[in-house]
């Protein structure tokens, strides 16, 4: 009975997180508890969990295949060269995280993604305001300087921690200057593809995924994409981010009641 369970818990985690990328994000907010919650570590159940929801950020950056365009001072090359630099980075950083070590911080990253999520356009609209501020300030050494090091950050945390990338990628586009939403939007699933296939090669290596439940959850989150950005069209996207955010707060109640 304990199987079909966990089972369950896993394919409807999955097949909901697939439904939440295609709309808005926030997908890890389900997978990452629900595999520890069966019973894989930590760690392993990160790895595992990114591995299950790699095929959204694949589909999703084709899908804008047409719109995309580099930021303002990078290049398509520099942005492709750094975010597999920091992908690599923090899938290794992840390699040498203890669970017990991961199982602190988890809760409170779960916070912060949830925060960034809830307080993602108005940390859009603040990267835009102050971008337009700068621009006229801003060197073009400088601001390509700034570019790749914020491309690095951001990557090394997207390839340790999943949750909340897709609202910092935003964000950081706009502070650079970028605004046309498509570009953004294809430049983001674009990123989070590239740092996140180099991060999941790095976790095979390293033997932190578990290939059964990361390929089973990967077809429930598929279906869940599909479906969930047919039915998403006839919901108010208030509706859907505030379940995220609330999703993202008992998640991380959750997590640091077990710690």
């Not at 896993?10 to 909901?16: D, G, M, N, P, S």
């Not at 520099?78 to 630099?85: D, E, P």
């Not at 779960?110 to 700068?134: C, K």
Request: glycine residues 12%; aromatic residues 10%; hydrophobic residues 55%.
């Amino acid at each position: 009975m304990e199987f079909f369970s966990h089972w369950g818990l896993l394919l409807a985690a999955a097949f909901v997180a697939g439904a939440l990328n295609s709309v808005a994000g926030g997908g890890s907010f389900l997978t990452l508890p629900a595999l520890v919650f069966t019973g894989v570590p930590p760690v392993i159940a990160n790895a595992t969990g990114t591995v299950a929801l790699f095929p959204g950020y694949v589909a999703g950056a084709w899908g804008f295949r047409e719109d995309m365009q580099p930021p303002p001072g990078l290049s398509m090359r520099a942005v492709v060269i750094t975010s597999l630099i920091g992908g690599m980075a923090g899938a290794a950083l992840l390699l040498v995280t203890p669970d017990a070590v991961f199982r602190k911080v988890v809760p409170w990253l779960l916070l912060a993604a949830t925060a960034m999520f809830a307080f993602g356009p108005q940390l859009r609209a603040w990267a835009a305001r102050r971008s337009s501020a700068q621009a006229p300030a801003c060197s073009q050494p400088q601001s390509h300087v700034k570019g790749l090091l914020g491309m690095l950050v951001v990557a090394v945390y997207g390839g340790y921690f999943n949750g909340g990338l897709g609202i910092l990628l935003l964000a950081l586009f706009g502070l650079l200057g970028q605004t046309q939403l498509n570009a953004m939007n294809g430049m983001k699933n674009l990123v989070s593809a590239l740092l996140t296939a180099i991060a999941v090669a790095i976790y095979a290596v390293g033997g932190l995924v578990y290939w059964k439940q990361a390929l089973i959850m990967m077809i429930a989150a598929t279906l869940g994409g599909y479906i969930g950005a047919r039915v998403a069209r006839k919901l108010p996207a208030t509706w859907i981010r505030w379940g995220i955010v609330v999703t993202g707060l008992v998640m991380s109640v959750l997590f640091f009641l077990r710690g």
